[in-house]
């Protein structure tokens, strides 16, 4: 299994980004998805997730109304677009693979290798 994030980078604050998620290795329509986040010394923290076909979704409330996750299960990809940032979004942001829609990372069974998001004020 294989979970592939991309499109991190450094923004200024009230800016956007769209980080992607590329799936492999597993049915990826079997799998509630999910995006954390993790600044260094920190634990890592649930920021949103999304059910096998997408139709529940729930968001940390300090993202809710600016963040908005999304999948293409025809493309095996996962997506979290991100408007409106704020220098506390700094983090590496991480995609994970769930049975259904989770919240803590114990529940999660496969996880990326994470993308940076840096956000300067």
């Known amino acids: 299994v294989q979970l592939q994030a991309s499109g991190g980078g450094l923004v200024q604050a009230g800016g956007s980004l769209r980080l992607s998620c590329a799936a492999s290795?597993?049915?990826?329509?079997?799998?509630?998805m999910g995006w954390f986040r993790q600044i260094p010394g920190r634990e890592r923290v649930f920021v949103a997730g999304?059910?096998?076909?997408?139709?529940?979704?729930d968001y940390a409330d300090s993202v809710q109304g600016r963040f908005t996750i999304s999948r293409d299960n025809a493309k095996n990809t996962l997506y979290l677009q991100m408007n409106s940032l704020k220098p506390e979004d700094t983090a590496v942001y991480f995609c994970a693979a769930a049975n259904g829609l989770a919240y803590t990372p114990e529940t999660y069974d496969y996880w990326g290798q994470g993308t940076l998001v840096t956000v300067s004020s």
């Open positions: 999304i059910s096998r076909a997408g139709g529940s979704v």
């Open positions: 290795g597993l049915t990826f329509s079997d799998h509630g």
